[in-house]
């Protein structure tokens, strides 16, 4: 079975600090996907990024980066110097390898005040 | 490119009463999905189709049905709608095979009293 944990269920913080977000999996599968996905407020699921279980390189895409590490089943994920626009609910996801199917954690909403 | 449309966008229904919910896509996807999303629930997975004619049960599938006719629709329906189905509806769609990034439609906020 698999399972995705997201302990925090809302963070607040003031705009510019760094803020991580954590994610917990468990899954028997030695070849898996991992997802993050972000959905504003406007209601739309956007996909952010997507790793397999062969990849432990930590992904970093502007002020978004990603720390992967099979060791503690967790993939991460951090916004530098967060901003406004960056409130919102933040979905961790897992499958694996010829699955039909995604397995959502429960969200994370995070708050970015001014 | 409209992406994933998703028919209506809000709905409000008494207990009993049916609906169809209509999901659309013109990327060629095989896959296609209908979520539901509740408070502190996060997306639950109701019925999936990998292509055309075929669908298969998710993790909450009681109370829908579905039909994938066409490669581009997938329809979602309430038979007897109850207010436990009171929720956020997301259609969503993909290349061949989970692994693949999910693209989704803009939802359909349902309330049934």
């Known amino acids: 079975a698999q399972k995705v944990t997201q302990a925090q269920t809302e963070i607040s913080v003031v705009e510019k600090e760094d803020v991580t977000l954590d994610c917990v999996y468990e899954t028997r599968d030695t070849t898996y996907y991992l997802f993050w996905y972000k959905q504003p407020p406007s209601g739309e699921l956007v996909f952010l990024i997507r790793?397999?279980?062969?990849?432990?390189q930590n992904e970093i895409s502007g002020r978004y980066s990603w720390n992967f590490q099979k060791s503690t089943s967790s993939f991460n994920f951090t916004i530098t110097a967060s901003q406004v626009v960056d409130s919102a609910v933040y979905f961790c996801?897992?499958?694996?390898?010829?699955?039909?199917?995604?397995?959502f954690g429960k969200g994370i909403t995070l708050s970015v005040r001014p | 490119n409209a992406g994933v449309t998703q028919t209506p966008k809000f709905r409000v229904l008494k207990t009993g009463q049916s609906m169809t919910l209509l999901c659309a896509q013109d990327?060629?996807?095989?896959?296609m999905y209908w979520y539901r999303q509740d408070p502190g629930m996060g997306l639950r997975l109701i019925h999936y189709s990998v292509g055309e004619g075929t669908t298969a049960k998710g993790e909450v599938p009681d109370g829908y049905n579905v039909s994938r006719l066409k490669k581009q629709n997938f329809l979602l329906g309430l038979e007897s709608a109850a207010p436990s189905q009171t929720s956020v509806y997301f259609c969503?769609?993909?290349?061949?095979?989970?692994?693949?990034?999910?693209?989704f439609g803009p939802g359909t906020r349902l309330t049934v009293l």
């Open positions: 969503a769609s993909s290349r061949q095979g989970a692994y693949n990034e999910q693209f």
């Open positions: 996801a897992l499958t694996r390898e010829a699955n039909s199917k995604l397995t």
């Open positions: 790793r397999n279980s062969f990849d432990e």
């Open positions: 990327m060629n996807h095989e896959y």
